[in-house]
């Protein structure tokens, strides 16, 4: 049984990432390294949402 509160957790830290994103990418010189890092920890998140979805692994804490 997928844990709410956990994935709530995931899915306000996906919009936080995706925020700061498009924060970075609307200064005039966005630093592309913390950009690509941005993105990678979407990434991860929205991977982790997928499997706790699916039952596949349990949501980290």
């Not at 919009?15 to 700061?20: C, G, N, T, V, Y």
């Not at 498009?22 to 993105?39: I, S």
């Amino acid at each position: 049984m997928i844990n709410q509160r956990k994935l709530w957790r995931l899915r306000e830290e996906h919009r936080w990432l995706e925020s700061r994103i498009r924060q970075e990418l609307r200064r005039p010189q966005p630093d592309a390294y913390v950009v690509l890092d941005l993105k990678r920890r979407k990434l991860r998140v929205k991977d982790e949402i997928f499997l706790a979805e699916a039952g596949l692994v349990p949501v980290r804490a």
